[in-house]
């Protein structure tokens, strides 16, 4: 067994430098690396002080006047269990594109400025509804939100419909104005089946129960903005939340996609002798060390024939080496269930 202590000290000596709150994404455009130069400059500093030394949550909140940050009460960690989402569907890994497309195109400029989670002292995690969509939605639909069309819908037509501003916008383009009545059920229907989309998935989408209710507000809000809904930047909400909830919400939106609970593992293709182990035995076999490297770079196995020194497994540079550390506390704290 590895220690929390000892799981943050080894996840620091793989990660790159730069303070934890201030390392987020690379390779964007220059306009996002001056938005995150100042996010760093503005958001960072003034709170690193209480975020690491007081610690206390009250602390968190007083710092950050510009952004309020919640506490979700309540929250209800449980083991991931049963099969992968690959072979729920019946899809092998080589013929999908799920959870693959996490690294394929940066999220647009613009979006408001935020903080990255980052570890606190007593392992609380400032998230954002960013970090929510980065750790859940982005292995499927990609930084932008347009997934990977016919399988993997856009999600950006079905969030805009929950704006009034945006329906009425569009509408109007096509010379029909709308009264307030029959916009407000649209706005409501849509509202009503994104969160119902949400809770159960979809055909070929899995379910996300496990969000709470603020969690769900978060990442709303953030998909407002993500879409380009005018004054979405302004209602954007902060959660406080504990390391092995962080690694919850990254097992199962991203890792559960492709790696099963427990057993023998899938193969990668039909037949074939190289299996994606399981998530059981990941936290076994594995030092978190490994695990950040192979999420963030890349590594092959040394038993593998045929693959490329990277392995076969898309890499996801945009987590960090505290939410990857976060998972492996996640699967150690709560063994994953056949
Ligand atoms: C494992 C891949 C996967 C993940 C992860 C995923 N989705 Fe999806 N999503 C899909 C697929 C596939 C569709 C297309 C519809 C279907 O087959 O269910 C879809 C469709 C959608 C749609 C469009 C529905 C419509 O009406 O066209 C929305 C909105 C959406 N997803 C939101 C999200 C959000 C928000 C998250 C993160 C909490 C998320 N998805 C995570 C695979 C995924
Ligand atoms: C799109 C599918 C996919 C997703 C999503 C995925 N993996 Fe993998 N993973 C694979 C495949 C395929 C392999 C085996 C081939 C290889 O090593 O590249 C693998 C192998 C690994 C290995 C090496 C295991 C070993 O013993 O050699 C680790 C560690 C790992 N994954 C961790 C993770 C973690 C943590 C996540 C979530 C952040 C994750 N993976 C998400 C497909 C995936």
Redesign the pocket.
């Known amino acids: 067994m590895v220690s929390e202590k000892d799981l943050g000290a080894r996840a620091e000596e793989s990660s790159s430098g730069a303070g934890a709150l201030c390392r987020h994404s690379r390779r964007h455009s220059g306009y996002r690396i001056l938005l995150q130069v100042i996010s760093c400059v503005a958001v960072c500093l003034p709170s690193a002080g209480a975020a690491f030394g007081e610690a206390s949550p009250a602390g968190l909140r007083q710092t950050r006047k510009d952004v309020s940050v919640r506490i979700v009460k309540g929250l209800r960690i449980t083991p991931v269990e049963g099969e992968s989402w690959?072979r729920h569907l019946g899809i092998p890994?080589i013929a999908?594109n799920?959870?693959?497309v996490a690294n394929w195109a940066p999220s647009p400029p613009g979006l408001s400025v935020r903080p990255s989670s980052g570890e606190g002292p007593d392992g609380e995690f400032l998230l954002s509804g960013a970090d929510l969509y980065r750790l859940n939605c982005q292995?499927c639909h990609k930084a932008g939100g347009s997934g990977v069309p016919p399988t993997i819908n856009s999600l950006i037509g079905p969030v805009q419909a929950t704006s009034a501003v945006m329906i009425r916008a569009q509408m109007k383009k096509r010379g029909i104005d709308l009264d307030a009545k029959t916009l407000n059920q649209l706005v409501s229907q849509a509202q009503a089946s994104l969160r119902t989309r949400l809770q159960n998935g979809g055909e070929k989408m899995p379910p996300f129960r496990h969000l709470a209710r603020e969690e769900m507000e978060a990442l709303l809000a953030y998909l407002e903005e993500l879409v380009g809904v005018p004054g979405a930047k302004r209602k954007q909400i902060w959660l406080s939340e504990p390391t092995a909830r962080v690694g919850e919400h990254?097992?199962r939106g991203?890792?559960h996609?492709?790696?099963e609970s427990s057993g023998p593992g899938l193969a990668?293709a039909v037949g074939a002798q190289?299996?994606?182990?399981s998530l059981a035995?990941?936290s076994r076999?594995?030092s978190p060390s490994?695990?950040i490297r192979?999420?963030r770079e890349?590594?092959?196995?040394p038993t593998?024939m045929m693959?490329s020194s990277?392995?076969?497994?898309?890499i996801?540079s945009d987590?960090t080496s505290e939410e990857?550390g976060a998972?492996y506390a996640y699967l150690v704290r709560y063994p994953p269930r056949p």
């Not at 190289?274 to 182990?277: D, F, L, R």
């Not at 990277?310 to 898309?314: K, V």
């Open positions: 690959l890994f999908s799920m959870g693959r292995s990254l097992v991203t890792c996609i492709c790696h990668v190289e299996a994606i182990p035995s990941l076999d594995r490994e695990i192979k999420v890349g590594l092959a196995r593998a693959t990277r392995g076969e497994m898309p996801f987590l990857i998972a």
